[in-house]
């Protein structure tokens, strides 16, 4: 029809237009870092710790960085992995363009200097982050948006998750290397907000078009093995100092273990049919993950990861059962691929035992630990009560960000 | 039906209760082990030469950990790309389950002090190789057992493997790094002894749900991609300190390459219809490694990786041609994955060769590796002889362990 | 039919008959080099850059190899993903081969001593970068070829590629670390050429056996993963010594974000169905990948490695459109997986990259990177021209040998 011919049109140009946009601003601001500098860095990357593991260090710098791009690709393949096969090309278009879009927005936050943005490798750790973020929100939005409206959203989303981890890491200080808060809270309210008000304007409409399956299990099948190999190493090695155990990687997997049992716990519960599937198994994994995000460097004994993965793993399931009619008939936001159950709900109770776990904070029990989890108690300048009102001041700011950013986008 | 209802509900209840015991034990026992501790290790994790890879080293070793990890978990997913897409979700629940179980289990082997268990990241590498072999057994199972009865193997098989590694690598003093013996032929022999016993009690019934197909095509090439990319690195990593040129690994790659040739050698000669598809090539490159997993340190020349490997890569098919019916007309038992001509034939010849390669073993020929390959024959304290008999009698203590054990479990 | 299963035998035997004289050659010539032997090595790995990473070296030096060849093997699965699953055993096969053949002819090129070859895992990747030329003239050929002609053809490209190979980097001074000219470009014309010469003997015959349809989605979302997961890490690790900042892994991934955009620029001005498939984005992407190949390395901003890889990304498709029926119409080229398109062109526009920034080199630019980029430049033995000289020279004598290699292999 001379109307999706007309629309298909219009995402060529959208494309060609962008990515000159892009070429034009890493042309006049982006440079590379030059060799051996200093440079800036997110807080998030934890680099004074990064920056000196020793001798050799120029060598084993090197690697590092390799093997954090390695998994952190790896990372992203999971959301791809929950995509049914013919939204799996959209969803590579979204990523490739929110990663060059955010290595400009993030180096404007972190890395200007001389009216230049020196970028390095942590520069792509930092995008391929936020590129999850924006997965999370496509997840939300995939029954309704094309990818003309997927662009769109990512054209805002980039700068506004930028601004929110830049109030909530620098700002308020907040603990979150996992991104519970910052990456799966935050993905999953903008697109659900966005996925609101986008379904307000076409009530009636494109029914027939919602990507509402299930991915195939051979795809869920990849994407759970990626999580599995790829996911726990990445989230650690992006916060954690080389010098200390890696509690952090045994805590998610001890966590993604206890919430691949809960999924068999449930499925018989709430459906007649069977045993669980892959993308069930897959969902409650992930949720496991998210959980663990903000938590993961704070817990100090396995058996904490153990139950918060088990809690975690029954939330998909019954979100899917009992919160996704509810979302459905009263506000009308159709969750393709139930990103509030497996990203919203877990990273809110992800961020609340982060909370929790702040306050009960001592130097006795973390000892070295302190300095990695809670740097401002560990240095003086903060009361572990004080470092958990921010924790837990920071969700109501995330999901204002978030509610307040997916609207916005959807009204234009 | 009511009958498939209750026995859900029982798979529920029995996850559920297993979890908790799990948990209520980690609470008790299971703590990390402190930052800078030098910790006690399983003998297969060769720690002492691990703990002191000089400068640089707690930055090292850290990476180390992440990566040995992110390889063992490529390494269970080989096994998962054995299975049909139907039995990947109750594979994912035996891992998750064995995973946790083999932490506890062989952390009262290896890692207990003062009434606590210490828990690192080497114990997770452990705790692969445990729920490699519990996986090799659930193949040999998957016509008959429920996911009830898996968790139930799972149970017993657990402390079975850790007495097994415990007896042979501890008190006869074995040298096994890639687990030809302790993992392959322990776990192919423990599943066959059990579908066996189990094949008795339901001789005629549920016939029909056999899941004796071959996996689909584009799981067994994921996972032999998996195979060709995690398995060496894992399996080498775990025994060879990083001071010495990693033959292990290349004597598995050759091994793997030789044994593909072979698959096209057989192949046409045994069936009729054409060139083998990819399950039959995934066969084949597992056998190959098998092989390699006592040999491959010991070996000093390629060619006999290449000898190996390709003899290694004609049993799959001799065995499923010849071995595979003799199974199910005489003893009644059902190898649903070809658990016998993969994993079981090949361990036995791999253990095979490991004492030929002990006899021969000289100081002249091995140098500096002789305190890697055989630590005892190196430090004086046995003859390359008695080294090679202590090989031999670790073959009829497994048999014996796993037929025993497979019995002892289809009985209760 | 009596044909089929003779040419089924004569596959097993030539299989046969090729492993058996690999391993007679094997045991006659190679050996495993010596612990701490500095050891001989091709020029594309920067020996010299790698042997002396400062203090623990030793212990890095082989986690470095471990994980280069973990990187490799998914480099080789990406040309996987490309095949249809009907051929991806075939593929396997020849991957096989042409690894322990490469490991030969290689051996004898770089690492000869005393009559005897000193095989070490930088011998590995030397073997992976030949195997994939290997399967990217196996693209080319598949709807003509059977495995018997596969085989012959691997036994004659492996000493070409080798040979070519050697004189580019050896005697001419090319630097080419990622491949554009001496894998891709090779390897394209190669098979091309072969692909011509069997068309002429086969005219009107096995029209039908064609192995032309598209891959299915499912394999090419797990090759575009693993494209880039892997490629970028592993290409640039074989080139960049560890001292200095990744770029070139930047130049790549920036380059392969940006050909994704181009493929949806693309597509709907060239067909009327809708968004691109996942093969047609992996196409763009492996495009981008393939000119950064030897560009890579020299760029000094992202945006050239921008505007490279949007470029690239448009090629595939207009290849497909306009080239490809004008090679099967005039030339009679049948190129079933348009190795034309995504390796050809692109590796010859890669090249041009490079010699025009070759040309434009200048120490000041370039600081300590000239050493990397432009050996000879920064060593004062040749200007900047002379070098862009000896790259601009280095296409033809590839196109040559590719041609002529290709057409006396047909002739066989």
């Not at 791009?69 to 990372?75: A, R, S």
């Not at 992203?76 to 995509?83: D, I, K, Q, T």
């Not at 190493?233 to 916060?239: I, L, P």
């Not at 973390?366 to 009361?383: E, I, K, M």
């Given at each position: 029809?001379?109307?999706?011919?007309?629309?298909?049109?219009?995402?060529?140009?959208?494309?060609?237009?962008?990515?000159?946009?892009?070429?034009?601003?890493?042309?006049?601001?982006?440079?590379?870092?030059?060799?051996?500098?200093?440079?800036?860095?997110?807080?998030?990357?934890n680099?004074?710790?990064?920056?000196?593991?020793?001798?050799?260090?120029?060598?084993?710098?090197?690697?590092?960085?390799?093997?954090?791009?390695?998994?952190?690709?790896?990372?992203?393949?999971?959301?791809?992995?929950?995509?049914?096969?013919?939204?799996?090309?959209?969803?590579?278009?979204?990523?490739?363009?929110?990663?060059?879009w955010?290595?400009?927005?993030?180096?404007?936050?972190?890395?200007?200097?001389?009216?230049?943005?020196?970028?390095?490798?942590?520069?792509?750790?930092?995008?391929?982050?936020?590129?999850?973020a924006?997965?999370?929100?496509?997840?939300?939005v995939?029954?309704?948006?094309?990818?003309?409206?997927?662009?769109?959203?990512?054209?805002?989303?980039?700068?506004?998750?930028?601004?929110?981890?830049?109030?909530?890491?620098?700002?308020?200080g907040?603990?979150?290397?996992?991104?519970?808060?910052?990456?799966?809270?935050?993905?999953?309210?903008?697109?659900?907000?966005?996925?609101?008000?986008?379904?307000?304007?076409?009530?009636?409409?494109?029914?027939?078009?919602?990507?509402?399956?299930?991915?195939p299990?051979?795809?869920?099948?990849?994407?759970?093995?990626?999580?599995?190999?790829?996911?726990?190493?990445?989230?650690?090695?992006?916060?954690?100092?080389?010098?200390?155990?890696?509690?952090?990687?045994l805590?998610?997997?001890?966590?993604?273990?206890?919430?691949?049992?809960?999924?068999?716990?449930?499925?018989?519960?709430?459906?007649?049919?069977?045993?669980?599937?892959?993308?069930?198994?897959?969902?409650?994994?992930?949720?496991?993950?998210?959980?663990?995000?903000?938590?993961?460097?704070?817990?100090?004994?396995?058996?904490?990861?153990?139950?918060?993965?088990?809690?975690a793993?029954?939330?998909?399931?019954?979100?899917?059962?009992?919160?996704?009619?509810?979302?459905?008939?009263?506000?009308?936001?159709?969750?393709?691929?139930?990103?509030?159950?497996?990203?919203?709900?877990?990273?809110?109770?992800?961020?609340?035992?982060?909370?929790?776990?702040?306050?009960?904070?001592?130097?006795?029990?973390?000892?070295?630990?302190?300095?990695?989890?809670?740097?401002?108690?560990?240095d003086?300048?903060?009361?572990?009560?004080?470092?958990?009102?921010?924790?837990?001041?920071?969700?109501?700011?995330?999901?204002?960000?978030?509610?307040?950013?997916?609207?916005?986008?959807?009204?234009?």
């Amino acid at each position: 029809s001379p109307h999706a011919a007309s629309s298909r049109l219009k995402v060529s140009g959208m494309c060609f237009l962008l990515q000159m946009l892009i070429i034009i601003l890493f042309a006049v601001f982006v440079r590379y870092s030059p060799n051996g500098s200093p440079g800036l860095c997110s807080p998030r990357l934890n680099c004074s710790s990064r920056r000196n593991p020793g001798p050799g260090s120029s060598y084993l710098r090197s690697w590092n960085v390799h093997l954090q791009i390695l998994m952190g690709f790896g990372f992203l393949m999971v959301f791809l992995g929950r995509y049914r096969i013919e939204s799996a090309a959209t969803c590579l278009l979204v990523t490739a363009f929110a990663i060059q879009w955010a290595l400009l927005i993030q180096g404007f936050f972190y890395s200007f200097q001389n009216g230049k943005i020196y970028m390095e490798t942590q520069s792509m750790v930092s995008a391929v982050f936020c590129a999850g973020a924006v997965l999370v929100s496509t997840g939300a939005v995939l029954g309704w948006g094309n990818p003309l409206q997927l662009l769109l959203m990512s054209l805002l989303e980039v700068p506004l998750f930028s601004a929110n981890e830049y109030v909530l890491l620098h700002l308020i200080g907040v603990s979150d290397g996992g991104g519970s808060l910052t990456v799966h809270t935050f993905g999953a309210y903008f697109g659900l907000a966005l996925s609101w008000i986008l379904r307000q304007y076409h009530v009636g409409k494109r029914e027939q078009q919602q990507d509402t399956g299930h991915s195939p299990d051979v795809l869920a099948a990849v994407g759970t093995v990626c999580l599995w190999i790829f996911w726990p190493s990445f989230v650690s090695a992006a916060m954690v100092p080389a010098s200390v155990e890696p509690w952090t990687e045994l805590n998610m997997y001890v966590a993604m273990a206890a919430s691949t049992l809960a999924t068999f716990v449930m499925a018989p519960l709430l459906h007649k049919d069977g045993t669980p599937c892959m993308c069930q198994v897959q969902d409650a994994t992930v949720a496991g993950a998210v959980m663990m995000g903000m938590a993961g460097e704070m817990l100090l004994a396995p058996f904490g990861a153990l139950v918060a993965g088990f809690l975690a793993g029954l939330i998909p399931p019954l979100s899917s059962r009992f919160f996704a009619p509810t979302l459905l008939h009263k506000l009308s936001i159709q969750d393709a691929r139930s990103v509030h159950g497996v990203h919203g709900v877990p990273g809110i109770l992800g961020t609340l035992l982060g909370v929790l776990l702040a306050v009960l904070a001592t130097a006795d029990a973390y000892g070295d630990r302190l300095q990695l989890a809670f740097p401002h108690v560990a240095d003086g300048s903060r009361t572990a009560t004080y470092q958990a009102l921010c924790q837990l001041c920071a969700l109501p700011v995330t999901l204002l960000f978030a509610v307040l950013g997916g609207s916005v986008t959807g009204e234009l």
